[in-house]
């Protein structure tokens, strides 16, 4: 069984249709694929339809941004009903302030590169959820950087003064939400280098006492130190260990199927995916 629970689509920051990305996972011989773009579920019917079609197992989720004193944590959610209100209303907040917030940093960037705003509209999906890689990609366009990774180590990186940020709910708020619309929360890459946060055991406390069920352990930008870390902190809490390659088509270099999740795993996870729209 191959199992791959963290994947992007043109719904947020990949570069693939959910239909496309569908197929591709048949080809690598991919048994269960979770779906999880960044704060949407644009791509869940076009993907379930697909994965019907392929013959294999999708996983609808989201990977949503939020925020703890100023750090970023992703937070996965599986197979939630996609029209929770509560959700669906926090998840409309945040892709809204994203978008002025794309606007702010383009500004700031358009100062030193010749970047515009209509640049980026022209490298963002219709629909899909504007991020940095958008700004990234319209950077690339310009022939400013070679590629996405350039342009975010440059300008686009958290520290950067170009950087501005946008609203995102509390993760241990998001982690209540999503078991409230019925889904299953597991704490994404929680040491991707990337990401500037502050993960450690009390926060982990925090979360698993507000329901968290897992914790993304083997993930292309943990070390193996850090897996061992990560897996002694979620077996110390009963927590399902899930891995993934947090695929984004051309958007980064990881290939799909590049981290799975071993099948005991997926099995708890799968035990859970009751309610909402998991099927
Ligand atoms: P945002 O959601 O706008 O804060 O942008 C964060 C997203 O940018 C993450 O979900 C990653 O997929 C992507 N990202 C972060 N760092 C890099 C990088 N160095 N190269 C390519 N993509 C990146
Ligand atoms: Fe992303
Ligand atoms: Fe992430
Ligand atoms: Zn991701």
Known sequence: MRIDLHTHTVCSDGTQSPAELVA?????GIDVLGLTDHDTTAGWEEALAAAERHGLRLVPGIEISTTRAGAGYHLLGYGQDPADPALVAELERARSSRR????AIVQRVGRDFPVSWADVLAQTPAGATIGRPHIADALVAKGCFPHRDAAFETVLHTGSPYYVRHY???????????????GVPVLAHPRAARQCN???????????????????????EHDVHQRRELRGLAAGHGLIMTGASDYHGAGKTTRLGAELTAPRQWRRLAALLTAGDGR
Do not use: N, S, Y
């Open 168 to 182: 995102a709910p509390d993760v241990g708020d998001a982690v209540e939400l999503v078991l409230a619309a019925g």
């Open 198 to 220: 502050r993960f450690g055991p009390q926060l982990l406390a925090e979360l698993v006492d507000r329901g968290l069920v897992g914790l993304e352990v083997d993930h292309p």
């Open 100 to 103: 002025g917030r794309a606007q």
């Open 24 to 28: 591709e996972a048949a080809e690598r």
